[in-house]
C-alpha cells in the first residue's frame, strides 16, 4: 500500500511530504501512548485502593480520530473542545502524561491543578477547552470559539466533538444552525462508536446515518472512516480548509468503536462476543502499524521498541503523579473568580 | 433606564472593539424593549446580533466567545427565558474557570428583564436572583435607579467575571438625572440610600424601586420610624459588612424582594447575616416576600401576592414594636 503517495496528493498534511516516515511513526507512536495510557489508567481504576476518583471514560479504540486532528491543528490560533471522553484528545494535541493522569489523581501537578478531574483535562497553552460532562453543553461553546476567532479574523478554526449520544440533545440543534446561519468556522465531529452510553444508534436515532442530521442547517456533511488515521486527516483537513477560507461549518460523523466501556462501571452487556472480535480487525492501531510496514516506514523491531517505550512513558508518568503532591486545602478557594471584590474598574 | 442601559452599553463598545451585543431582536429590530435602539446602525452587524431563538445556543456562543478573549453583552429577552440555557450559563460560564484550574477567564455580561413584569402569567414572572446568585464563579447585579444601571453595567462589561445584570422591564421608563461624563460604580459595594438610626430595611431592584421606597416615605413621614434604607445594588458577592454595621447601628432589620420566601433571595441574605447580627438585634430580622404560589395571570391577584407597602409597613413596625 503506497501510503507515503497517497498522502503527499493532500494538500493538507503538506508538511509531512518530506517525511522519511517519522512524521508518521510519530502518529503512530501517540495512537500507541494514548492506547497504553488508557489501558494503564483502566488497571489503576479497578485495582484495590482505587486512585482514580469520579467518573472515567476511556478513548481505547478510536485513537485515530484524535491524532489526525492534531495533525491538522495549529496551536496558535485553533481551539478544540471536547465532551467527557477527553483523554485522547488532550494527549494528542501535547499534555504531557503526567499532567494528565495526575489531574484524574486530583493532583496539584495535574492540568485543572486536580480541580477537573478525568472528564475535565483542560490545556489553554495549546487550544485545548478542555472536556466537558454535561453531554451536548460544548456545543454552543465550540461555536463560540469559532465566533471569535471570524470576529478576529485569526484564520482560526475549532474542532468540537461530540459522542453519537450528544446529538440528541437540543444543543445540537441550536449551536449547528446558529454556526451555518454565522458561517462560523466550526467544524462538528461526531466520535460515533455506535453506542450512547449502553443504548445503540438503532435505539437513540431515527436516522441511523448521523451525518444526515446537518441536512436542515445547509452544511456541509459526510461520514469519514474514524478508524482510519489518514482518511481522518484528509476528511477533517478539507473541512478545516473551508473554515479557513470563511466558508463556515461542517459536520463529520467519523464511525468508530470504543474497545472498553462507557465508564468504569460498564460490563458491557448489550454487546456480543462476535462484535468485539469483529471491530477489533479494524484497531486503528493494526491498521497504521500495518500501513506503516508495508510502506517501509518501519520495522517490527522498531514496532516493538516503540511499544516499549510508550509503555515506559505512561509508567513513569503514573508513578510521578502517584508521587506528587495533593493540592493545599486553602487552593479550593482559589480560581473561582479572576477579579477581586469589591471590584472597581480602572 | 432604557437610556442609561443604551449608553453604558454604547461608551463601552466604543471603548473595546472587543465588546458586543447579541441576542433576539436586538439589531434589525431595535430590542424587544427598544435598550438597543440605534445601536445597530451606529455599530453596523459585526458587532450588533440578532439570534435565532435559542437561548442555549447564543448564551453558550457568549461564554466560547469570552474565553477567547472577547467582551460579549447577552441580551435575553426575559430572565425567565434562561430556564432553558441555565446549563450554559451554570455549567458553563460559571464553572469553566474553576474547572480548568484558572486557565480560562470568562468576561460576558448577561442581561435582561427580571422579576414579575405585570400580567404576565407564572412562566414569564420568575425572580431569578435566588437562583444565579447562589452559584459560585458568577457576579449578580440588580440595579434600582437608571443612575445606578448604567455605572454597574460598565463595570459588569469591564469586570473579567461572568455577571448576571438583572434589569426589570417595568423601570426602563424610569427617568432620572444620569452624568454625561463617565463614571464607574463597583461591583460588590451596596449603597445606603438613606442614613437612618431606628431600623435597617435591606433590598435591591425591582421591589425597591416598585414599594420599598415609597413604604420608606410612610414610615418616616407617618409614622416617624428613621430608616436606614440599604440599597444592596449586587447581590453577590454580597455586601455583608455594610449591611452588618447599620445593623449595629439599628439594632433591627427587615429584608425586603419579591421572591418566593423559601430559599428565596432574602432567605440567603439572613442565612448570610443573621450570626453576626443576632448580638445586636433588638428583634428577630423579618423578610417581607411574594406568597408561595405560581404568579397569577389576574392582575389583583398578582398584585396581591407581592410585597405592598402595607406589608412592610406592618414588618416594620412589628420590627419596632410599634
Known sequence: ?346 | MREALRAAMTEEMERDENVFLMGEEVAEYNGAYKVSEGMLKKFGPKRVWDTPISEAGFAGLGVGAATMGLRPIIEFMSWSFTWVCIDQIINNAANVRYMSGGQYKVPIVFRGGNGIAHQLGATHSHRMESVYARIPGLITVAPSTPYDAKGLLKSAIRCDDPVIFLESEKMLNDTAEVPEEEYLLPLGVANVERKGEDITIVSYGRPLQRVVREAVRHLVEDHGIDVELIDLRTLRPLDTNTILESIKKTNRCVIVDEDWGYCGMGAGILYKIQKAAFDYLDAPIDYVHSDEIPVPFNHYLEEAMMPSVDRIVSAVKEACYR
Open chain 1, 1 to 346: 500500500m503506497a501510503v507515503a503517495n497517497e498522502i503527499e496528493k493532500r494538500p493538507s498534511v503538506k508538511k509531512s511530504q518530506a517525511s522519511d516516515g517519522s512524521v508518521e511513526r510519530d502518529r503512530l507512536r501517540m495512537m500507541m501512548l494514548i492506547r497504553r495510557f488508557e489501558e494503564k489508567t483502566f488497571q489503576e481504576y479497578t485495582k484495590p485502593g482505587q486512585k482514580i476518583g469520579g467518573f472515567c471514560h476511556l478513548y481505547s479504540g478510536q485513537e485515530a480520530i484524535a491524532v489526525g486532528t492534531a495533525a491538522l491543528f495549529d496551536k496558535n490560533r485553533d481551539a478544540l473542545i471536547n465532551g467527557y471522553r477527553c483523554h485522547g484528545h488532550s494527549l494528542a494535541l501535547g499534555m504531557t502524561p503526567r499532567a494528565a493522569i495526575a489531574e484524574m489523581y486530583g493532583k496539584v501537578t495535574g492540568c485543572s491543578k486536580g480541580k477537573g478531574g478525568s472528564m475535565h483535562l483542560f490545556d489553554a497553552s495549546v487550544g485545548n477547552h478542555g472536556g466537558h460532562g454535561i453531554v451536548g453543553g460544548q456545543l454552543p461553546l465550540g461555536l463560540g470559539f469559532a465566533f471569535a476567532q471570524s470576529y478576529k479574523k485569526t484564520g482560526g478554526v475549532t474542532f468540537c466533538f461530540m459522542g453519537d449520544g450528544a446529538i440528541n440533545q437540543g444543543t445540537f440543534n441550536e449551536a449547528l444552525n446558529l454556526a451555518s446561519l454565522y458561517k462560523s468556522p466550526v467544524i462538528y465531529v461526531v466520535e460515533n462508536n455506535g453506542v450512547a452510553m449502553g443504548t445503540q444508534i438503532e435505539r437513540h436515532s431515527a436516522e441511523k446515518d448521523l451525518s444526515k442530521r446537518a441536512c436542515g442547517f445547509n452544511m456541509p456533511h459526510r461520514n469519514v472512516d474514524g478508524n482510519d488515521v489518514d482518511t481522518v486527516i484528509k476528511e477533517f483537513g478539507e473541512a478545516v480548509e473551508r473554515g479557513r477560507a470563511g466558508e463556515g461549518p461542517t459536520f463529520l460523523s467519523a464511525n468508530t468503536y470504543r474497545f472498553r466501556g462507557h465508564s468504569m462501571s460498564d460490563a458491557m452487556k448489550y454487546r456480543s462476543k462476535e462484535e468485539a472480535e469483529k471491530a477489533k480487525l479494524r484497531d486503528p492501531i493494526s491498521i497504521y502499524s500495518t500501513r506503516l510496514r508495508d510502506a517501509n516506514f518501519i520495522t517490527d523491531e522498531q514496532l516493538e521498541s516503540l511499544q516499549e517505550s510508550v509503555s515506559n512513558e505512561v509508567t513513569e508518568a503514573f508513578a510521578q503523579a502517584d508521587a506528587d503532591p495533593h493540592p493545599p486545602l486553602e487552593d479550593r478557594f482559589n480560581d473561582a473568580l479572576a477579579e477581586t471584590y469589591p471590584y472597581q474598574p480602572e
